[in-house]
Every structure is written in structure tokens, then in C-alpha cells.
């Protein structure tokens, strides 16, 4: 069975950094993109960050400049670093990935279970 697990999250002041991590495991052969999302309290699910399998990035406009995604494919893991945090990057972090998983070989869209990230004085 392939799963993420999210880790990282927390509280922390604003100004703050925090670094989420989001480890694939399972019976992978490949990995496509790779995202994160967040969902603050009363709001919709946003794509916060993703990245390709070749490293070309994307980001929400209110995060650029202050958050950077990266990934390990020998790890299959993800990374969002998140500096400058501000009180309204309040929410809960999905990761999400694209993936060809083995036996049987299928597409499969996997997500998180979430870690939250509270940014408050």
C-alpha cells in the first residue's frame, strides 16, 4: 500500500521557519509531481507548492519569496520550507503526489493525512 506521511509541523511566532517533510513509501516505481496544499479553518483547500520530477517549481503568490519546495528522489520525499511565517499560513499542510505505484502497475493520486502549522505570538 503506498502512502504519504507528512512531519514538521507545528506552532511557531511569526517571523518564524518551520520545514515539512512528506515521505512516500510503498510500492513505488515512479513519482510525477509532487505538492503541497494547506486548508485554514473555514476555508478551501490551496495549492500552496509543487514541484516536478525534474525540479521545475511552482508557487502560490502568497507564499513566493518566503517558502521553497525541494524534493530527494532517492528519498521520495518532499520538502517546504516556509520562512517569514505569518499568522495567516495558520492551517493544516497536505502533501500530494502523482505516482505509478507496483503490483499491479497503476496511476494513483495519494495524499497526505495532514500536519498542522499555527503560527501565532
Known amino acids: 500500500q503506498v502512502q504519504l506521511v507528512e512531519s514538521g509541523g507545528g506552532l511557531v511566532q511569526p517571523g518564524g521557519s518551520l520545514r515539512l517533510s512528506c515521505a512516500a513509501s510503498?510500492?513505488?516505481?515512479?513519482?510525477?509531481?509532487m505538492d503541497w496544499y494547506r486548508q485554514a479553518p473555514g476555508k478551501q483547500r490551496e495549492l500552496v507548492a509543487s514541484?516536478?520530477?525534474?525540479?521545475?517549481?511552482n508557487y502560490a503568490d502568497s507564499v513566493k519569496g518566503r517558502f521553497t519546495i525541494s524534493r530527494d528522489n532517492d528519498k521520495n520525499t518532499v520538502y517546504l520550507q516556509m520562512n517569514s511565517l505569518k499568522p495567516e499560513d495558520t492551517a493544516v499542510y497536505y502533501c500530494?503526489?502523482?505516482?505509478?505505484?507496483?503490483?499491479?502497475?497503476?496511476?494513483?493520486?495519494?495524499w497526505g493525512q495532514g500536519t498542522l502549522v499555527t503560527v501565532s505570538s
Open positions: 514541484i516536478t520530477s525534474g525540479g521545475s517549481t
Open positions: 500530494n503526489a502523482g505516482l505509478v505505484a507496483t503490483a499491479p502497475y497503476r496511476y494513483l493520486e495519494v
Open positions: 510503498g510500492s513505488i516505481f515512479s513519482i510525477n509531481a
